[in-house]
Nanobody, 118 residues
Framework: QVQLVESGGGLVQPGGSLRLSCAAS????????MGWYRQAPGKQRELVGF???????NAADSVKGRFTISRDDAKNTVYLQMYSLTPEDTAVYYC????????????WGQGTQVTVSS
């Protein structure tokens, strides 16, 4: 089964930037839609955005214009570049494979914690 490993999180001040990585154990990044999710304390996991195998990117309204997604097929890695971070972006961030209905179908990794605080 494909494993997804997220990394790159940390503590950042409001207004700062971070780039998260999602490394897949197999060559799936180039042939699947890959999504980034986040889960804040006490809240449900939400879809932040996704990138299709054709390279089309879709982002949630809450992060549109601040977050972008890219991928490196050779490295089987998907990235989430985050700018202008606010405390409301504090969450554990996860990636997953999405089916045609934009539902997650892979196993969840451990996620990577992003904390935005001064």
């Amino acid at each position: 089964q494909v494993q997804l490993v997220e990394s790159g999180g940390g503590l950042v001040q409001p207004g700062g930037s971070l780039r998260l990585s999602c490394a897949a154990s197999g060559s799936i990044v180039s042939i699947n839609t890959m999504g980034w999710y986040r889960q804040a304390p006490g809240k449900q996991r939400e879809l932040v955005g996704f990138i299709t195998n054709g390279g089309r990117i879709n982002a949630a309204d809450s992060v549109k214009g601040r977050f972008t997604i890219s991928r490196d097929d050779a490295k089987n890695t998907v990235y989430l570049q985050m700018y202008s971070l606010t405390p409301e972006d504090t969450a554990v961030y996860y990636c997953n494979i999405l089916n045609i209905f934009r539902q997650p179908v892979g196993s969840w990794g451990q996620g990577t914690q992003v904390t935005v605080s001064s």
